[in-house]
């Protein structure tokens, strides 16, 4: 099982960014050492005859085709009922500074 220092824990903080007191340094030491026991646990699965899982729910593609639908009205048709326009668009008032 692969143990780390307490230096290596340092190390890691300081890429991280952490600022770890001496408690803290000492319990990440044990949890860290932990989790990459795990991980040696985990890399010595003979997985030679296993396929990859690419997806667990069972779905497929979902897809919708796409559908043009016409509602009737036009661009041009929708503005007339909005106050004021501007280049095919609708114009509001400012609203950030």
């Known amino acids: 099982m692969a143990k780390l220092s307490r230096e290596d824990v340092l190390k890691l903080a300081q890429l991280a960014r952490l600022h770890l007191d001496d408690k803290e340094v000492?319990?990440?030491t044990d949890e860290i050492s932990a989790i990459?026991?795990?991980v040696e646990q985990l890399q010595s699965?003979?997985?030679k005859n296993v396929p990859p899982t690419y997806q667990v729910t069972g779905?497929?593609?979902v897809m919708r085709k796409d559908e043009i639908k016409d509602y009737g009205f036009t661009p041009e048709a929708?503005?007339?009922n909005v106050p004021e326009t501007h280049q095919g668009h609708i114009k509001v008032k400012r609203m950030l500074g």
């Open 26 to 28: 000492g319990q990440f």
């Open 59 to 61: 779905l497929a593609n």
């Open 78 to 80: 929708l503005l007339k």
């Open 36 to 38: 990459l026991g795990y």
């Open 45 to 47: 699965v003979d997985l």
